[in-house]
T-cell receptor, first 114, second 112 residues
Framework: QKEVEQDPGPLSVPEGAIVSLNCTYSNSAFQYFMWYRQYSRKGPELLMYTYSSGNKEDGRFTAQVDKSSKYISLFIRDSQPSDSATYLCAMSSPYQGGSEKLVFGKGTKLTVNP | NAGVTQTPKFQVLKTGQSMTLQCAQDMNHEYMSWYRQDPGMGLRLIHYSVGAGITDQGEVPNGYNVSRSTTEDFPLRLLSAAPSQTSVYFC???????????FGPGTRLTVT
């Protein structure tokens, strides 16, 4: 079983839709959870960072972590064409190299149609 | 403030050739890393450094060397290029005590 599983999509939604992106993981030692956004032919940029279980909101973005189910989500409200990108989940354990050993999902490609 | 810069943007090598991918950051970040990104494989850590003079291996280190003589620079050397090293390479840096990694724009490498 891979450490981090992420549905690659692609996912296509109309402008204004609520988008849900998800990752599951198998390593119970993971404590730091991140979402990166990567535009085509660019480097990833950190979008959201959460520690342990719970929700974190930043504007139209909400990151959710459920450690009991080993499941993390990113919700995008009122999606915009500028949200079209590949979204990567990433996680790490402080006991296994910390952020230097981030484990990434394969990414979900999202297209928001005007 | 340029952030993380990488050169070259594109490179084509023949099997067996060697080359160095350059990475520099001007944010005085202690930690720097190299990743490769392949279709269907996601981002994988090659090597990383927690400070000048200190490096360690990541998930896929074979065929690559690194050194860190200054805080700013973290070059990645391909010793003898192989077609399996065709990929997009990203350099990243972060400040000690923060989990926010800043990625460079990437180098697209093709080995024929």
């Amino acid at each position: 079983q891979k450490e981090v599983e992420q549905d690659p999509g692609p996912l296509s939604v109309p402008e204004g839709a609520i988008v849900s992106l998800n990752c599951t993981y198998s390593n119970s030692a993971f404590q730091y959870f991140m979402w990166y956004r990567q535009y085509s032919r660019k480097g990833p940029e950190l979008l959201m960072y959460t520690y342990s279980s719970g929700n974190k909101e930043d504007g139209r973005f909400t990151a959710q972590v459920d450690k009991s189910s080993k499941y993390i989500s990113l919700f995008i409200r009122d999606s915009q064409p500028s949200d079209s990108a590949t979204y990567l989940c990433a996680m790490s354990s402080p006991y296994q190299g910390g952020s230097e050993k981030l484990v990434f999902g394969k990414g979900t490609k999202l297209t928001v149609n005007p | 403030n340029a952030g993380v810069t990488q050169t070259p943007k594109f490179q084509v090598l023949k099997t067996g050739q060697s080359m160095t991918l350059q990475c520099a950051q001007d944010m005085n970040h202690e930690y720097m890393s190299w990743y490769r990104q392949d279709p269907g494989m996601g981002l994988r850590l090659i090597h990383y450094s927690v400070g000048a003079g200190i490096t360690d291996q990541g998930e896929v280190p074979n065929g690559y060397n690194v050194s860190r003589s200054t805080t700013e620079d973290f070059p990645l050397r391909l010793l003898s290029a192989a077609p399996s090293q065709t990929s997009v390479y990203f350099c990243a840096s972060r400040r000690a005590g923060s989990d926010a990694q800043y990625f460079g724009p990437g180098t697209r490498l093709t080995v024929t």
